[in-house]
């Protein structure tokens, strides 16, 4: 990336200055990664939605300013309320109801990984996997009964906060043992999909990028 912003800066030589805005989502990590390109804390960061309330502008280098954003929420999204939850948009304790997001997070995460997190070996639904948290974690109501949304909060807390292990494969990769016909045949359709990347890489010059970039002139911040 670094590489990167310094070809900019020469493609923009005639500009005394370039601006880099980081928009997205809140809690993706724009103010992380600023934070790793100035290999220092410079922004404020913290694993809930909404910690950056104003713009920063940051000097990466001589010509080189980085802007972090607040999150952008997009209006006309096919999200629904618990994509927006485990996306990190909404604050867990604005949730009137969590548990009704909790059974996204099971979808999502192995049962290996969710057993090994909240020390449960096995649940029927949602629920009945909040009622063994929540009474393996002490969280009651008066009378015994378990509190189903505490144990929800703790649940999705763990989601925004990285504490439960979730990730997915980048496309063509198999998680399959390697050495079998399924994982070779996924190996090789990632390699040709690397080598189609690095093909259309290399059909991009220099003088290309330069004059799509007089084409489209930006103002200098």
Same mark, same amino acid.
């Given at each position: 990336l670094l590489s990167l912003l310094r070809q900019l800066a020469r493609l923009r030589s005639d500009k005394q200055a370039i601006s880099i805005g980081f928009i997205g989502y809140p809690n993706v990590g724009k103010s992380s990664v600023i934070n790793a390109l100035r290999t220092k804390k410079v922004c404020k960061t913290a694993p809930v939605p909404g910690e950056t309330k104003v713009w920063q502008y940051i000097t990466l280098m001589k010509r080189i300013f980085l802007i972090d954003c607040p999150g952008v929420v997009y209006r006309r999204t096919n999200d629904s309320? =618990? &994509?927006?939850? +485990?996306? @990190?948009?909404?604050?867990?304790? @604005? +949730?009137? &109801?969590?548990? #009704?997001h909790v059974q996204a997070v099971l979808d999502r995460i192995k049962p290996e990984y969710l057993r090994r997190a909240y020390k449960l070996q096995a649940w029927e639904d949602h629920e009945d996997f909040l009622a063994q948290l929540a009474? =393996?974690?002490?969280?009651? +109501?008066?009378?015994?009964d378990p509190d189903l949304n505490t144990a929800a909060r703790i649940v999705l807390y763990d989601w925004q906060r990285g504490k439960i292990p979730f990730y997915t494969l980048p496309p063509?990769? =198999?998680? +399959?043992?390697?050495?079998?016909?399924?994982?070779?045949?996924?190996?090789g359709a990632a390699a040709a999909a690397q080598q189609q990347q690095r093909m259309f890489a290399e059909a991009v010059t220099e003088d290309d990028a330069a004059a799509e970039a007089g084409a489209r002139?930006? #103002?200098a911040a």
């Open positions: 309320e =618990s &994509d927006a939850v +485990l996306k @990190g948009v909404v604050r867990v304790e @604005g +949730l009137e &109801d969590a548990t #009704q009474r =393996s974690t002490g969280k009651l +109501l008066k009378g015994g063509g990769y =198999s998680e +399959l043992p390697p050495g079998t016909a399924d994982a070779a045949a996924a190996d002139p930006e #103002q």
